[in-house]
């Protein structure tokens, strides 16, 4: 992969040369700030799930957190701008400019604007505990594969799950990762891969934006 830094920051309408057969990778969250655990999960998904990018979606307010510090939206853009090191990682303000307040709703519109697309939603593993309480994860779950990546002490909190129990039949192992995207039906599959610990909530705590 092409190492250059180059940051493509995109808003509504501005990706219409993206091709039906390419496979993007969906990272969404507050980033609140941005930090190289967000950085090492996206090359990790671009490597193992044979993605040609990943694109960051910054949402205004994640409605299920419960913030001790929310910095301003366009600073935790910034803050995402400052550690992206690949071409391959875009920015998106699509929540914020479309008003979408739910995964569900982003991951639908993706789906109506770019129809052939290959999309794959990511997450870092420390989010699965609270996965059941997304709106309509069963539906989302149903609407695109998803790539749980591990992270420091969350290894349990995958294999515990509610959703890891209710979709067990439907993982797919680590070998065939690389073909996750073209999966038609449902699937999942949890990467294992040296952890980085970093955290917003490490950098908030440091003074770091």
Known sequence: MN????????????????????KIGILGGSF????????SISKIA?????LDEVWWIISPRNPLKKYDILYDFEDRVSSAE???DTNHISISKLEKNAQIKYTIGTVEYLKTRYIGTKFVWIMGADNIREFHKWREWNKLTLSVP?????????????????FANKYRKYRVD???S??????KKLAWVF??????DQSSSQLRNSGVK
């Open 82 to 84: 400052k550690i992206i």
């Open 3 to 22: 190492s250059t830094p180059k940051i493509s920051k995109w808003i509504i309408g501005d990706r219409e040369t993206v091709s039906p057969n390419q």
């Open 32 to 39: 609140n700030p941005a930090h190289e655990g967000h950085l």
């Open 46 to 50: 671009l490597q193992r799930l044979n």
């Open 174 to 176: 680590e070998a065939d």
């Open 146 to 162: 998803i790539a749980i990546i591990d992270r420091p002490s969350s290894s349990l909190d995958v294999t515990s799950s509610l």
């Open 191 to 196: 990467l294992h891969n040296k952890l980085n």
């Open 178 to 183: 690389k073909n996750l995207a073209d999966k």
